[in-house]
């Protein structure tokens, strides 16, 4: 958008294109004669953070007229979605989709400990690399389309198990509870703001972070009783 001047469809693929290398990069960065999870987040947050830096100082070098539309992108945002871009993402998810429902299955082992998934026959490195690969697709269409909506993915999973009632959350549950979510929060950006329309990202945000600030003090509290 902000470099070569894309519009439309053109932005939604190369900021998908854009996410599959930063994930490669990640993947490369955390990979040490294995993977896991809290290098994968640690490498993942530093990555995130040089990437956020060269957006800006992208923003600052932009003409005038265009980074006002590449900040709102970068906040989150849904009114600006045609529908050219909605038929690609439509067309992309629903390949991920059915990729991530056949890898499904698999998904409640890779939450045991590596030794205990071992014992039952699953190729942990392998499993873990293509989920990695199916979360990192279906939230880069998604990215592609509105922007980093924050927290949704956060706040939606505990929300589907609480409504589900029992175990763990399918990931169907958990898509519509988001989806859900989105709608709610765009509803209020649009419409309960003093008149003033706002990106989504922005509703969510407040609602996400205090949220994530409640389990962080969970967290604590609950090493401070073991």
Do not use: C
Not at 12 to 38: E, K, P, Q
Not at 56 to 81: H, K
Not at 179 to 200: E, F, K, N, R, T
């Amino acid at each position: 958008m902000l470099l070569f001047g894309l519009t439309g469809p053109a932005v939604s693929l190369a900021a998908f294109a854009g996410a599959l290398a930063v994930a490669a990069i990640v993947w490369a960065l955390a990979w040490r004669d294995g993977l896991t999870g809290i290098r994968f987040v640690l490498v993942g947050i530093g990555v995130a953070s040089i990437v956020s830096g060269l957006l800006g100082w992208l923003i600052t070098r932009a003409e005038i007229r265009e980074a006002p539309a590449a900040l709102v992108w970068m906040v989150g945002g849904v009114s600006s979605i045609g529908w050219d871009e909605l038929a690609i993402a439509g067309a992309a998810l629903a390949v991920v989709l059915a990729l991530v429902a056949a890898f499904s299955p698999r998904m409640p082992l890779l939450a045991l400990d590596d030794d205990t998934a071992r014992g039952l026959g699953v190729d942990v490195t392998r499993s873990r690399l293509i989920a990695i690969l199916l979360g990192v697709a279906a939230v880069a269409v998604a990215t592609a389309l509105t922007g980093p909506i924050a927290f949704v993915a956060l706040v939606a999973p505990p929300v589907a198990r609480a409504l589900a009632g029992h175990g763990r959350p399918s990931l169907a549950a958990s898509a519509l509870v988001g989806a859900a979510m989105v709608l709610v929060a765009d509803l209020v950006a649009q419409h309960a703001l003093g008149g003033v329309a706002v990106p989504v990202g922005i509703v969510t945000g407040l609602i996400g972070a205090p949220y994530l600030l409640w389990l962080i003090a969970r967290g604590n509290r609950k090493g401070a009783d073991g």
